[in-house]
């Protein structure tokens, strides 16, 4: 399975910034790119994300997903922080 060009581009971009490690996508299960968060792991899949929240992993897949409140800019592919909050309400 194959992704589109202009996401790899960013993955590999995000890769070369340090701040997360890009995987070749051979099938829907296995990790497409992750990225290292101050306490765990954002894995992300074809078809959805995982992360721990209570010391369980939870899956969530793109097709539940209802909303998206970003609050995401440029900074974080500039490397201009070196941290990031991040969190799932």
Do not use: W
């Not at 399975?1 to 099938?27: C, D, N, T």
């Not at 969530?60 to 909050?85: C, M, P, Q, Y």
């Amino acid at each position: 399975m194959r992704i589109r060009r202009p996401l790899e581009k960013r993955m590999r971009q995000l890769e070369a910034s340090g701040r997360g490690r890009f995987y070749e996508v051979v099938g829907r299960e296995q990790v497409l790119c992750s990225v290292e968060l101050e306490a765990d792991t954002l894995d992300i899949f074809v078809d959805g994300f995982s992360f721990v929240s209570g010391g369980e992993v939870r899956k969530v897949l793109f097709d539940d997903v209802l909303a998206i409140k970003s609050h995401l800019n440029v900074s974080l592919f500039s490397g201009g922080r070196e941290s990031f909050d991040f969190f799932c309400p």
